[in-house]
Structures are given as C-alpha cells and as structure tokens.
C-alpha cells in the first residue's frame, strides 16, 4: 500500500506580545489556550485586542473555568460581530419547529444553540468534518461553543483542521486550479439528509461561495469546501466535481500535521475561526452525556 507524503510546510511562530493575556499554543499549527480572563465580566479594550490577535495567528483559542451566563456568553460573541441566527429559527421556519424532539437542536433562544447528547441520542451535533452552517449567504465567521457537562468517563473532544494549512500543503498545479472555482453549499444536505428534518417553508439556505477564500484578520488562503454542506463544485460537470470534492475533503481531513484535538474540561468555552479551520465532533462517550451551547458569529461573507 502506498503511502502518501504531504509536502513539507515551513510553520512561522507568530511573533506576537501579549500583555494582559498569557497565550500557550496547543501545537505549531493551530489551537491555543488564552489565561488570565474571565469572560463574565466585561474585557478592557486592550484585553479584547489580544484576543482578536491570538485568534487570529491560532484560529482555535479555548478559556477553561469560566462560569458564564447565557447573556455573558453573547456579550463576548458581540464583540466580533452580530450573531448569527441558525436556519431553524429564521422566520421562514415553521412554528416550533426547532422546538420539535426530532429537531437536533431544540431551545428557545434564537442566538444559542444547544448542544447536547445523552443516552436517548441517535446522533450529536457537529460528528463529521465540517464548518458551521456554509448554507448561508453569510456564514458564520466563528462559533465559541461553552461546554458546562462533559461525559463521566472522558471523550467528547473536539478535532480541528486548519484549512490554511490543507491549502498551503495543494501543489501549485493544483492551488492554480482550486483558485478559480466556486462551489454550493446546500442545507438540505446535513439538516435533511442527515438529521431527516423536513424542510421548513421556502426551505433550507442555498448559496455559492468560492473554493478558496482570503481570511481577512489573518491574510491567509484557505479552502472553504467541507463534507457536511459543500454539494457541488460549479464549474465542473458532476463526475469532475464529485471527484474533486473527494480528493479536497479527504486532502483536509488526512493532513494530521495541521489539526489539533482540544479536550474539554467542565466550563470552558473554545472559539473557532470557520473559515480557517473545520472541525470535528467526536462521539466515543455513548450512553454518557455532554452538555453545552454554541454561539456563533457573522461578520461579512467570505471571499476570494
């Protein structure tokens, strides 16, 4: 069986200071956990600065042991951006529909998301490579997750690929392909195909965004085509963009020497960049329970 070399990478350490944070990088590549801040009170202007600079070298910054509100929660999100409302509560939804037990996220805060999986589960939100809601026009720039319960006997974590990394690793043959191309992103593929939800009326977001995007806070490349949304590439009849898709999902999801696995304790919030990284929930805890809600954020649409 051949084995495949990735191409080696040189990895910049981000030359940055930081004054009213300690940063300790999880690996070269992505991932790092943020001391000394305590999200439920109001960050000082030099405090949020920091943030927004580790986020962006790092794409993925976790705070453990915060103890934080709903409203604490948002009031930090809102310091990126508006938050984002997901389709399941959008006003072309049907009447309690995300209310519904068949619903995989039911709640009745439209901002937040509950994320949660026990013993009755027949799935958990977010177990398959991808990035959060690419179905809409302007997809969520980031998602801080804050989980509160984890499972008794471990697991439940979280895997990232830097999809900056997965595009900086293509040969130049390839980066001068993917560059020109756009793709669909279609919500009918995990909510209805997936989850077996039944469309709403006017039915799931669909739009197109490009294959490879321009990660503004950080001026990087980054490959924006995931297997939980990404239907089509659209410049390419099907069997080409069938294969295509293949070879760029398996390409980001191989590349191990660009993710990152954060392991949750009770009480910590992880902040990831959705358009520089894609994640992976693992569920290795069943019948034991996980407990947690998501707030995500938009801040423009991504672009080439």
Not at 18 to 40: M, N, R
Not at 131 to 144: I, L, Q, R
Not at 166 to 194: C, F, N, Q, R, W
Not at 238 to 244: G, I, K, L, T
Request: net charge neutral; aromatic share 10%; proline share 7%.
């Amino acid at each position: 069986m051949a084995t495949r070399i990735m191409r080696k990478i040189e990895t910049e350490e981000p030359k940055l200071d930081y004054k009213t944070i300690k940063v300790d990088p999880l690996t070269p590549v992505v991932g790092a956990e943020i001391h000394g801040v305590d999200l439920s009170n109001p960050l000082s202007a030099e405090q949020i600065a920091e943030i927004r600079k580790a986020h962006a070298a790092h794409h993925v910054i976790y705070f453990r042991d915060q103890l934080l509100s709903s409203e604490a929660h948002k009031r930090f999100a809102r310091l990126f951006g508006a938050l984002h409302v997901h389709p399941y509560h959008t006003k072309n939804a049907a009447p309690d529909h995300a209310k519904s037990d068949k619903a995989p996220f039911p709640q009745s805060d439209p901002e937040i998301l509950i994320v949660k999986a026990d013993q009755t589960s027949k799935f958990v939100a977010g177990e398959g490579w991808h990035s959060d809601v690419t179905c809409d026009a302007e997809p969520p720039m980031g998602s801080m997750l804050y989980i509160t319960k984890t499972p008794d006997i471990g697991g439940g974590d979280t895997v990232f690929a830097s999809t900056v990394r997965a595009y900086e690793a293509l040969s130049p043959t390839m980066k001068e392909i993917v560059d020109k191309l756009t793709a669909t992103h279609d919500g009918a593929k995990p909510y209805t195909g997936g989850y077996g939800t039944a469309a709403p009326p006017g039915g799931w977001p669909k739009t197109t965004h490009p294959v490879v995007i321009t990660v503004p806070w950080n001026g990087k490349k980054s490959l924006y085509v995931n297997r939980g949304f990404t239907t089509r590439i659209n410049e390419l009849d099907r069997s080409e963009s069938d294969a295509m898709l293949e070879m760029l999902w398996r390409h980001i999801e191989s590349h191990v020497a660009g993710q990152c696995r954060v392991r949750w304790t009770p009480n910590m919030l992880v902040f990831w960049d959705n358009w520089s990284v894609q994640h992976h929930a693992v569920w290795d805890y069943y019948p034991y329970s996980r407990y947690g809600q998501r707030v995500s954020i938009v801040n423009g649409r991504p672009a080439a």
